[in-house]
């Protein structure tokens, strides 16, 4: 999240989260996002972004396209062997240069949400540190996704 404000409403959005995200599906917070140096990807599957969804460029816009306005999911899942399944994915955005990978720990089937632009994802694995090769599973909406969305 931006510390310095753009706009005179940025400064209501983390109060607003405090109190709307408890009670949302997306299991990720901003925290959780960290920054990741994008040349150490060495897998990674490229996902196309959808036109229609806005551009979430100030906290404020962020907090309501992630919350209300982004409605596309994509569904992953990496390729894991049996002693190593736990995981952390990531993405990188081409357009905006930005690249994060979320700190949670996660097992299974994965939904991301699906933005303006491009992005390519990546899983870690959690005991090995390698990148697992992931593979789409389906596309859907976010109400009708019943998973783990980050």
């Not at 960290?34 to 990807?41: A, H, N, P, S, V």
């Amino acid at each position: 999240m931006r510390t310095n404000p753009k706009h005179k409403l940025d400064i209501l959005c983390p109060i607003l989260k405090i109190v709307w995200e408890p009670f949302v599906k997306i299991s990720s917070r901003g925290w959780h996002w960290l920054e990741f140096d994008q040349t150490k990807i060495e897998r990674s599957l490229s996902v196309k972004g959808y036109p229609d969804a806005k551009r979430r460029d100030t906290a404020w816009q962020n907090f309501i396209q992630t919350h209300f306005q982004w409605q596309h999911v994509v569904i992953l899942e990496p390729e894991t062997d049996d002693t190593d399944k736990e995981y952390q994915i990531g993405f990188y955005e081409p357009k905006s240069g930005v690249c994060q990978k979320c700190s949670l720990v996660l097992r299974g089937l994965t939904g991301v949400l699906v933005g303006p632009d491009d992005a390519s994802y990546f899983a870690v694995s959690l005991k090995s540190g390698k990148f697992l090769k992931l593979n789409i599973v389906d596309t859907t909406t976010k109400r009708k996704f019943k998973g783990r969305l980050i």
